[in-house]
């Protein structure tokens, strides 16, 4: 088993090379859901959150070395490759040759685009919650390619397929797991 990276070892780095609250809250809210599919899938938690707050650790400071600077980062503190390759692969095929293998690394692929649309949709709804924010919705605005323009659909629906999940239920996971840290992710709202 590898070296197990506590998470707040992983916030005291993130929070290290990334300043900005919209980046931390993005995180933050890939955290929550990779340790909801965490817990689904009958796995380590913590473990699955770490990488999901780790994912973006180099984008503030490095945008055109997006995940080649994070594996050197981490390699310099000693961080188990597990956990490398885990970051790294989020950008398969797009800044990275690193392939997502296990479940894990699949789901980080997968619902990383996916937790910036639902923010976009929960922030243009009356309530500004994802507390009851439904399937539906996010499917509406999914479809909707100039809302939330920069989100990569086919990188999701391509995760999807990894993952052997209908999209329907990627979104419902994912929903979940950042209404578990609503408040964190300011996605409370008026509810």
């Known amino acids: 088993m590898e070296k197990k990276l506590s998470r707040d070892e992983a916030w005291a780095l993130l929070t290290e090379y990334t300043k900005t609250p919209a980046l931390q809250k993005h995180a933050l809210a890939v955290e929550a859901v ?77 619902i990383d685009e996916l937790t910036g649309l639902i923010n976009a949709v929960c922030l243009m709804r009356p309530s500004k919650s994802v507390l009851d924010l439904e399937v539906k919705s996010v499917k509406k605005k999914f479809k909707d390619k100039s809302f939330a323009a920069g989100v990569d659909r086919n990188t999701i629906r391509t995760g999807c397929e990894m ?9 419902r996971e994912t929903i979940e797991g950042m209404k578990e840290k609503a408040e964190a992710l300011g996605l409370k709202g008026e509810l």
Request: hydrophobic content about 35%; overall charge negative; charged content about 30%.
């Open 163 to 171: 993952l052997g999940m209908e999209l329907d239920d990627v979104i």
């Open 34 to 110: 990779m340790s909801h599919f965490g817990r689904i899938n009958g796995e380590d938690e913590e473990t699955w959150g770490v990488v999901g707050l780790l994912h973006d650790l180099d984008y503030e400071k490095y945008p055109d070395e997006h995940c080649k600077k994070a594996a050197e980062i981490m390699k310099e503190r000693g961080i188990d490759d597990f956990y490398i390759h885990a970051v790294c692969s989020h950008g398969y095929g797009i800044c990275s040759d690193a392939e997502p293998e296990s479940t894990m690394e699949k789901v980080l692929f997968t």
